[in-house]
């Protein structure tokens, strides 16, 4: 994410997303009421409306719209953003969609920025020299290639072995299942990105092999480890046990499930940790909170900013949680908002 010009006076600030994470960042800062200013495409004015709805040409205009709806797609990585034309060369009061995707500037103008919007974009800023990880969960009948976002996994693409049933392919060759697992990750991964292979067995040995084997800067730093399961349930049965690992650690997501990890911890033990708005609010005055956490889809909702300030002026840390990944949704079932103390209340 780039901050390309900020304007107080008027409530506005302008960005260009430049990856796929940055537009879940804007998912969590735009809100309904907005006005959205970008560069779009809509149908001549001029022309009769039967030619408008059957051959009339669209043309780039920008154009302001003030949101009514918003709509995230995760598959395809970009926003909807649905709402009434303020500000442009036509059609005034009319409704359009602005489609967000990487490397679309926008401009964001709100009647009040809660700080934890703009520190949200911040923190976009910042995370976009991050590396992603790739992983490949595998076992010797398939492998499951993900992607750790800022938002939480996503899983690219299975391949099968083909051990057991088909082991040739249309032309009469062995399949390749480790040469067929590199192709998918080349589309994929870059050299920047960590590359972590994971499962029972010696299959990720196996892989890392062939990896190795490949030109320099195929793909980036490749590290190996076990677990008891692939799939997706490798990828989180690591996540959990590997959270103190550099590369974990780094990353967003792995951040939250760390922290939300120590919590379900305290609260295990009865420990030092509290949960629920009335809760943390109470502990957040009485200066008690090492670490607030808080739901991204809670802050969509309400202006929590009182409580964060109030933690972040007696040197207690503040973490949006992620409502994509398991950590999310242990702490959603929490109420959505929840702290690690420095001592327990009475």
């Known amino acids: 994410m780039r901050i390309l010009g900020k304007d107080a006076g008027r409530g506005e600030i302008k960005v260009l997303p430049e990856t796929d994470d940055d537009i879940w960042h804007l998912y969590n800062v735009i809100c309904v009421g907005d006005l959205v200013t970008a560069s779009t495409t809509r149908r001549d ?18 154009l302001g719209i003030r949101i009514e709806k918003i709509e995230f797609e995760q598959d395809s990585m970009r926003m909807r953003l649905l709402g009434t034309i303020e500000e442009g060369p036509q059609d005034i009061g009319q409704h359009h969609t602005l489609i967000i995707e990487v490397g ?54 299975t391949v099968r072995s083909m051990r057991s049933g088909k082991q040739y392919d249309e032309k009469g060759k062995p399949f390749d299942y480790h040469g067929e697992i590199i192709s998918k990750l080349k589309s994929v991964a870059t050299p920047e ?22 030109p320099k800067g195929t793909f980036g730093q490749v590290f190996v480890q076990q677990t008891g399961q692939s799939g997706m349930a490798g990828v989180n049965e690591l ?20 922290l939300v990890n120590r919590l379900m911890e305290e609260i295990g ?20 909170v090492e670490n607030l956490m808080i739901l991204d889809t809670l802050l969509r909702e309400k202006d929590l900013d009182r409580i964060v300030h109030s933690v972040e002026q007696q040197n207690g840390s503040f973490t949006v949680i992620s409502s994509e990944h398991d950590a999310g949704k242990q702490l959603a079932a929490l109420g959505g908002i929840a702290a690690i103390l420095r001592y327990k209340l009475a």
């Open 45 to 62: 004015e001029k022309a009769d409306d039967k030619l408008r709805a059957e051959r009339a040409e669209k043309k780039r205009m920008t």
């Open 239 to 258: 996540i959990k046990s590997g959270l103190g690992s550099r590369i974990l650690r780094e990353s967003t997501v792995g951040a939250e499930m760390e």
């Open 269 to 288: 033990k009865n420990g030092l940790a509290t949960y629920g708005p009335a809760e943390v609010e109470s502990a957040a005055d009485s200066g008690a």
């Open 104 to 157: 679309e500037q926008l401009r964001i103008g709100k009647t009040h920025w809660k700080s934890t919007q703009v520190e949200r974009l911040e923190s976009a800023v910042k995370d976009t020299v991050k590396p992603r990880i790739v992983f490949v969960s595998l076992d010797q009948d398939e492998a499951m290639v993900a992607v750790l976002r800022a938002y939480g996994l996503k899983e690219i693409v």
């Open 193 to 214: 990105m960590p590359l972590v292979l994971l499962g029972p067995g010696f299959e990720k040995e196996e892989l890392a092999e062939d990896i190795a084997h490949l």
